[in-house]
């Protein structure tokens, strides 16, 4: 038996001081106040708050901080922080807010050396690293700068890779199911399972209803489920998603 | 009111548990020697990282002798994740640097079957008393194992220790701060106790 709960992970993807939600990572609206929206998913049971940075310029860093440090505040499960994350000093400051961990993408593409520099510093569970796929003709391949650049590099090659490396878990993002609500990308899905990762991995982009969520987790064991769109339109409610996907015998956290 | 202090090792993130203990009492942050009071009920000494890092900065501050007196003097010390481990004689992650040895044991490179490593995310603690099983949030690749095995006050499936206590020192591997409601609780009452 598993022992880990699989974890409901929302994932806030912020613009300035902004909630903002696209599909595809195109365009992108205003859908709410993230530090409302993180404390309403902290009260409905979620696991764990990704947050990305998508505009991730030096300017809007502190902006940033001040939202991650507005959601700490009220927040008691852990917040993990991404997007634009490029240095060690950088990491220090997120920690400052209150961030728990990390979230890495572009830079580990770029220099997969900051990911052995990460990890000495801070502990191998501190980093989570994020692929951002998208099918190019039948291949996927992982996107930098939220979707923005193409690293030339496949998915397949690049977690084969990651195995080499300490890293705390894998997210794995479909850039072209993202905000659809129409189901998880189960090629994708599939490639991520055959990887045979020792850490854990999450899955995001698509889902738009529990049958969806459970679907996947019968069939794929990952160890969370990142969820956008669903849950910011109201399609999905985490305590009962949890509620449902308890009843279905899959082994999610639930709090009194 | 209840004076707590908190260590700032650097590592990790240190504004979470500070939000959670402050539920509880006046807590403030110790950066230096200098920054600590007299007058402090509880000590925490928080951390999430290698324990290398962490014994470095504990060495470099002179935090293990403010530590030792704090406990010679009968006063709570609570260990949290890397804080619990640093309490330990040594650690397999770092095989050349001695741990604070408050309880006598190792850190051994958690390799379990049924287990992710490291682990991420929330598993089911189960209590020798009082405290009801529930889920706690974890966030580490190594696990401490104390010599007296009836010190594990609270354990992952009855085999991996999650809370650990030894007279007025208290030590849980999971991160009570970051494990929703029921876990600042657990934390407030540990302070309070």
Redesign the interface.
């Known amino acids: 038996m598993k022992y880990e709960k699989i974890r409901i992970i929302p994932k806030l993807e912020i613009k300035n001081q902004y909630l903002i939600k696209g599909i595809r990572y195109e365009g992108l609206r205003k859908v709410g106040d993230p530090i409302e929206v993180a404390k309403r998913y902290f009260e409905e049971g979620a696991d764990q708050i990704n947050i990305n940075d998508i505009v991730a310029s030096l300017y809007s860093r502190d902006n940033l901080y001040e939202v991650i440090n507005k959601i700490t505040d009220q927040v008691f499960i852990p917040v993990c922080v991404g997007g634009g994350v490029k240095s060690i000093e950088h990491i220090r400051e997120l920690l400052k807010s209150g961030a728990d961990r990390v979230i890495i993408n572009s830079e580990a593409l770029r220099n997969p050396k900051f990911i052995l520099e990460v990890s000495k510093t801070f502990g191998a569970q501190f980093l989570s690293i994020s692929i951002e796929a998208k099918k190019i003709g039948t291949e996927y391949y992982c996107m930098m700068d939220h979707g923005r650049e193409n690293s030339n590099k496949k998915v397949v090659d690049w977690l084969k890779e990651l195995k080499n490396y300490q890293i705390g878990e894998v997210i794995i993002n479909s850039i072209d199911n993202d905000g659809m609500e129409k189901g998880f990308d189960w090629e994708l899905a599939k490639i991520a399972d055959e990887a045979e990762l020792k850490c854990s991995k999450v899955i995001s982009g698509g889902a738009g209803n529990n049958i969806h969520i459970y679907q996947l987790l019968n069939s794929i064991n990952f160890d969370g489920i990142s969820l956008g769109a669903s849950l910011h339109f109201n399609k999905i409610k985490i305590n009962e998603l949890k509620s449902y996907l308890l009843k279905q015998k899959i082994n999610v956290n639930t709090y009194d | 009111m209840i004076k707590i202090g908190i260590i700032d090792l650097?590592?990790?993130?240190?504004?979470?548990i500070n939000?959670?203990a402050k539920l509880f009492g006046n807590t403030y942050l110790i950066n230096s020697l200098a920054d600590y009071k007299e007058d402090t009920n509880v000590l925490i000494l928080p951390g999430?990282?290698?324990f290398f890092?962490g014994m470095k900065i504990v060495k470099e501050k002179s935090y293990d002798k403010l530590i030792f007196d704090f406990v010679k003097q009968d006063k709570k010390l609570i260990g949290i994740c890397?804080g619990l481990q640093l309490l330990m004689d040594s650690s397999e992650e770092a095989k050349d640097v001695s741990g604070l040895s408050l309880i006598e044991g190792s850190v051994k490179k958690l390799n379990e079957k049924?287990?992710?490593?490291?682990?991420?995310?929330?598993?089911?603690v189960s209590f020798k008393k009082d405290i009801k099983t529930?889920?706690f949030?974890f966030?580490?690749?190594f696990i401490v194992e104390p010599i007296k095995k009836d010190l594990i006050q609270g354990s992952?499936?009855n085999t991996i220790p999650a809370y650990v206590a030894k007279e007025n020192i208290h030590g849980f591997q999971f991160?009570p701060?970051?494990?929703?409601?029921?876990?600042?609780k657990l934390l407030g009452e540990t302070i309070l106790k």
């Open positions: 650097k590592i990790n993130n240190i504004k979470s939000n959670a999430n990282g290698s890092q890397l049924n287990l992710k490593v490291p682990l991420l995310g929330w598993y089911d529930q889920s949030y966030n580490n690749g992952i499936n991160h701060e970051k494990s929703s409601h029921h876990g600042v």
